[in-house]
């Protein structure tokens, strides 16, 4: 489900999965969410041995839905769980001044005092403005355990993938 602002309601979604298997890198896994009109969004990610590495995920009309993060974060473990992992990691870079959302989400980074500085320009930025952290640049960062483990009870209640 993702939330519909123009309805102001939760609305379900469907998941396409297309698959790029390229032997001389890795195996890229790309994801279409559709709410049964119109595309929502996508989220590309390439396997590692342990987990995967989230390429990049986009939302495509932020100002009609919300929550397609937590979308795209629930499609990475339950991808994951579909290649048979049972203990895994899932990495990727933020960019493009979306640390702090990805922080809000769970998302943890590398080297940890770029969690310090983004818990600092959540609580310093007012209601209602963006958060400004752009000046950090591309960072690595993860998705610790006790947040996959919280996406493996909700995909046991409502997988999206099939």
């Given at each position: 489900m993702i939330?519909?602002?123009?309805?102001?309601q939760d609305i379900p979604v469907t998941v396409e999965k297309v698959v790029f298997d390229n032997s001389n890198?890795?195996?890229?896994?790309?994801?279409?969410?559709?709410d049964g009109?119109?595309?929502?969004?996508?989220?590309?990610?390439?396997?590692l041995p342990n987990g995967v590495n989230v390429e990049f995920m986009e939302n495509f009309h932020p100002e009609l839905y919300k929550g397609f993060g937590k979308i795209a974060d629930q499609i990475e473990?339950?991808?994951?769980?579909n290649r048979g992992l049972d203990t895994f990691e899932i990495v990727s870079e933020a960019g493009?001044?979306?640390?702090?959302?990805?922080?809000?989400?769970?998302?943890r980074f590398i080297p940890d005092e770029v969690n310090k500085i983004v818990e600092n320009v959540i609580k310093t930025t007012p209601a209602g403005k963006q958060y400004q952290?752009?000046?950090l640049g591309k960072v690595k960062m993860f998705m610790p355990q006790e947040v996959i483990k919280k996406y493996i009870n909700i995909i046991k209640k409502c997988a999206l993938l099939r």
């Open positions: 939330y519909s602002k123009k309805l102001q890198y890795r195996r890229i896994t790309k994801y279409l969410v559709k009109k119109i595309a929502v969004g996508r989220v590309s990610v390439s396997d473990v339950e991808h994951c769980l493009l001044n979306s640390h702090a959302v990805h922080y809000k989400r769970g998302k952290t752009s000046f």
